[in-house]
């Protein structure tokens, strides 16, 4: 499975982004796809997973901010972020699980006035 992120960038505290994970196949066939976050000297944690079958969970620190969603005839699944917080800066990474582990090219986010 190739992964293909995009929508980082920079936004003030406040503000919003959308990103994009863009599987080369049926993203229905995969077992679950996610976004995972590196902030700076800190080990890269999960922020939101979505099943095949629709099942979701969130990080404690972004619940209520982010939303993960999927559309299937693009074969993309999305994590929108709204109310920024500096502390959300860090580079961004997709992932997909089906028999193997499988991770998209980083896109960075930075939160900053």
């Known amino acids: 499975v190739q992964l293909q992120a995009s929508g980082g960038g920079l936004v003030q505290p406040g503000g919003s982004l959308r990103l994009s994970c863009a599987a080369s196949e049926n993203i229905f066939s995969i077992n679950a796809m996610g976004w995972y976050r590196r902030a700076p000297g800190n080990r890269r944690e999960l922020v939101a997973i979505?099943?095949?079958?629709?099942?979701?969970h969130y990080a404690d620190s972004v619940k209520g901010r982010f939303t993960i969603s999927r559309d299937g005839a693009k074969n993309t699944v999305y994590l929108q972020m709204n109310s920024l917080k500096p502390e959300d800066t860090a580079v961004y990474y997709c992932?997909?699980?089906?028999?193997?582990?499988?991770w998209g090219q980083g896109t960075q986010v930075t939160v900053s006035s």
């Open positions: 979505i099943t095949s079958s629709g099942n979701i």
């Open positions: 992932n997909a699980v089906r028999l193997n582990i499988y």
